[in-house]
């Protein structure tokens, strides 16, 4: 079995930051993409960053320049340093990682960490 395990979401002013974290356990050969996804109440689930094994990223316009994300591949863990928050990007947060489990790759997925943004 494998297992995504997210942290680091929480309350923040406008302004402020947040970093999250998603560490995949489990008897994993190797991970391809890493990214973050959100939705916000009413919203479809949008990709927020991704990161490929190598260490491209790409990012939602609505964040470039404010987020980052990094992933530590000896610790199967991905993260999403979010600076500059801002009221729109309040949202559950989900991580997904693409992992090799067993000689075949899946679609895995956190369960998902609370973000709010308010003063």
């Known amino acids: 079995q494998v297992q995504l395990v997210e942290s680091g979401g929480g309350l923040v002013q406008p302004g402020g930051s947040l970093k999250l974290s998603c560490a995949a356990s489990?008897?994993?050969?190797?991970?391809?993409?890493m990214a973050w996804y959100r939705q916000a109440p009413g919203k479809q689930r949008e990709l927020v960053a991704a990161i490929a094994r190598g260490g491209s990223t790409n990012y939602a316009d609505s964040v470039k320049g404010r987020f980052t994300i990094s992933r530590d591949n000896a610790k199967n863990t991905v993260y999403l340093q979010m600076n500059s928050l801002k009221p729109d990007d309040a949202a559950v947060y989900y991580c997904?990682?693409?992992?090799?489990?067993?000689?075949?790759?899946?679609?895995?997925w956190g369960q998902g960490t609370q973000v709010t943004v308010s003063s």
């Open positions: 489990g008897i994993i050969l190797s991970i391809n993409t």
């Open positions: 997904y990682q693409e992992i090799n489990y067993r000689f075949v790759y899946g679609d895995y």
